[in-house]
């Protein structure tokens, strides 16, 4: 099993940063391909960014692209997402997911394991 847990979320006026989080723990061999996705209020679930095991290898979804970076530090099992010039339609809870695939995928149902999701809003 493993366990993913976020950090950085929080109140952020539109232009500005933040952080995300997510340390994994447990069987983290099974933490191949990671990703980042977003519900908002009475929407789906939609994919933010991935990144494969070996950090060269990232997509993002074409509204965060440019402004959002994903990346992993596989020494502290943890994988960031730097959000730069957030907006107020940035507004969601943020799920770290990980895939025992190497292969990122956009599609949660294909993700193996989820954290609990941070907040983060954007006012304007």
């Known amino acids: 099993q493993v366990q993913l847990v976020e950090s950085g979320g929080g109140l952020v006026q539109a232009g500005g940063s933040l952080r995300l989080s997510c340390a994994a723990s447990g069987r983290t061999v099974s933490t191949n391909a990671m990703g980042w996705f977003r519900q908002a209020p009475g929407k789906e679930r939609e994919f933010v960014a991935g990144i494969r095991r070996n950090g060269g290898n990232t997509d993002y979804a074409a509204s965060v692209k440019g402004r959002f970076t994903i990346s992993r530090d596989n020494a502290k099992n943890t994988v960031y997402l730097q959000m730069n010039s957030l907006k107020p339609e940035d507004t969601a809870v943020y799920y770290c997911?990980?895939?025992?695939?190497?292969?990122?995928?956009?599609?949660?149902?294909?993700?193996?394991?989820w954290g609990q999701g941070t907040q983060v809003t954007v006012s304007s």
């Open positions: 997911a990980a895939r025992v695939s190497v292969v990122v995928t956009t599609t949660p149902s294909e993700y193996d394991y």
